[in-house]
C-alpha cells in the first residue's frame, strides 16, 4: 500500500498569506494525486487532480505540483474561506490512501 | 443536479450488521463507478472500496480493514449503491459517504452528505 504523509499537520496563517502544505508518498504515485478541502460536518471537496490539474471552478489561487512521492498544495493569497482541513489522496494503486490532514488556521 | 443521498446509519452492536443505501441522481449512475469514503470522528479520510459499472465488469476492490467484512453492490435500475456492513466493530463508527467522479475514475468529485455509524454496546 502507498502511505501518504502530509506535513505540517497544522497550520497557522493570515489572510493574505501564501501557504504550502506537503505531501508525501511512501513509493511512487506518479502523478496521480489529488487535493480536497473539507470544512467541519461538511464533505471534502475535490481542488486539485493529477497533480497539478485545477477542478472546474476552484480559484486560480489554489495550485498544485509534484510527481512521483513528493508533491505540493500552494494557496497563493489565503482568503477567509480556506480555513480547512486538506487532504492528498493517490489514485495510483488500489488500496486508494488519503494524508492524514493538514488543518489550515487562522493565526 | 447531482445528488447523492445516504441513509441506513445508526446505533449497532459490536458484532452486528447494517445495510447502508445511497440514492444517487442527477447523472447516469450505471456509468459510474462509485465508492465508500468514511471519517471517524475527529480524524481523517478512509477509503472503503470500489465498485465498477457493469460494462466495466462490475468488480469491486476494498480497503483491508473491510475487506471480507463488508460488501458493495449496486442495483442500476433503482440508481442506488450499497454497503452492506457485517461482524462490525467499534472502529467502524464514523460517518460514511458515497462518492464518484464526474470525469476521471479514483477521484472524488461528487460527495453524498454521509450517514453516521455508532458501533457501541
Known amino acids: 500500500d502507498i502511505q501518504m504523509t502530509q506535513s505540517p499537520s497544522t497550520l497557522s496563517a493570515s489572510v493574505g498569506d501564501r501557504v504550502t502544505i506537503t505531501c508525501r508518498a511512501s513509493?511512487?504515485?506518479?502523478?496521480?494525486l489529488a487535493w480536497y478541502q473539507q470544512k467541519p460536518g461538511k464533505a471534502p471537496k475535490l481542488l486539485i487532480y493529477k497533480a497539478s490539474s485545477l477542478e472546474t471552478g476552484v480559484p486560480s489561487r489554489f495550485s498544485g505540483s509534484g510527481s512521483g512521492t513528493e508533491f505540493t498544495l500552494t494557496i497563493s493569497s489565503l482568503q477567509p474561506d480556506d480555513f480547512a482541513t486538506y487532504y492528498c489522496?493517490?489514485?495510483?494503486?488500489?488500496?486508494?490512501?488519503f494524508g492524514g490532514g493538514t488543518k489550515v488556521e487562522i493565526k | 443536479e447531482v445528488q447523492l443521498v445516504e441513509s441506513g446509519g445508526g446505533l449497532v452492536k459490536p458484532g452486528g450488521s447494517l445495510r447502508l443505501s445511497c440514492a444517487a441522481s442527477g447523472f447516469s449512475f450505471s456509468n459510474a463507478w462509485m465508492y465508500w469514503v468514511r471519517q471517524a470522528p475527529g480524524k481523517g479520510l478512509e477509503w472503503l472500496g470500489r465498485?465498477?459499472?457493469?460494462?466495466?465488469?462490475?468488480?469491486?476492490d476494498y480497503a483491508a480493514p473491510v475487506k471480507d467484512r463488508f460488501t458493495i453492490s449496486r442495483d442500476d435500475s433503482k440508481n442506488t449503491l450499497y454497503l452492506q456492513m457485517n461482524s462490525l466493530k467499534t472502529e467502524d463508527t464514523a460517518v460514511y459517504h458515497c462518492?464518484?467522479?464526474?470525469?476521471?475514475?479514483?477521484?472524488?468529485?461528487?460527495w453524498g452528505q454521509g450517514t453516521l455509524v455508532t458501533v457501541s454496546s
Open positions: 489522496q493517490q489514485y495510483n494503486n488500489y488500496p486508494l490512501t
Open positions: 465498485i465498477k459499472t457493469k460494462a466495466d465488469d462490475g468488480t469491486t
Open positions: 513509493q511512487s504515485a506518479s502523478k496521480w
Open positions: 462518492t464518484t467522479s464526474m470525469a476521471y475514475p479514483n477521484i472524488f468529485n461528487r
